[in-house]
């Protein structure tokens, strides 16, 4: 069943809507259409921790159902800041040791590495 463009707008709003709530950076959804051809939704965010936004996410899908369904199972704003925050102690962690860092330094931040990891476990395995 054809969607008028006033549903395909209120999908497409909707699923902006949506990409701020999961908390990317200048999200750009977008429908294209072209002729004779089905249409196909575009959606691009700046990266995580860059300074060009033109640095960007960039998907493509067949329908706004398949857009729809990738942004409902990307990790929300908390768990992707706490990801990103444990992806740089690790390498902080990793750099203490290829630097010689004396493990009564680096020894702690292992041990917060591993209950960090232990939470977020624990903390999918509840919901």
Do not use: C
């Not at 709530?21 to 691009?44: C, F, Q, T, W």
């Amino acid at each position: 069943m054809a969607m008028t463009l006033e549903e395909i707008q209120t999908r497409i709003d909707a699923l902006g809507a949506r990409m701020v709530a999961k908390g990317l950076r200048s999200p750009e959804p977008e429908y294209h259409m072209r002729a004779n051809m089905d249409g196909n939704v575009h959606i691009s965010w700046v990266k995580t921790g860059v300074s060009n936004d033109w640095d960007r996410h960039y998907k493509i899908f067949d329908t706004l159902d398949e857009a729809d369904a990738f942004v409902e199972e990307m990790p929300d704003r908390k768990q992707r800041e706490t990801a990103d925050f444990m992806a740089k102690l690790g390498d902080v962690i990793d750099l203490g040791r290829k630097i010689d860092i004396d493990v009564s330094y680096v020894n702690p931040l292992i041990e917060t590495m591993k209950r960090l990891s232990e939470n977020v476990i624990t903390h999918q395995a509840a919901e």
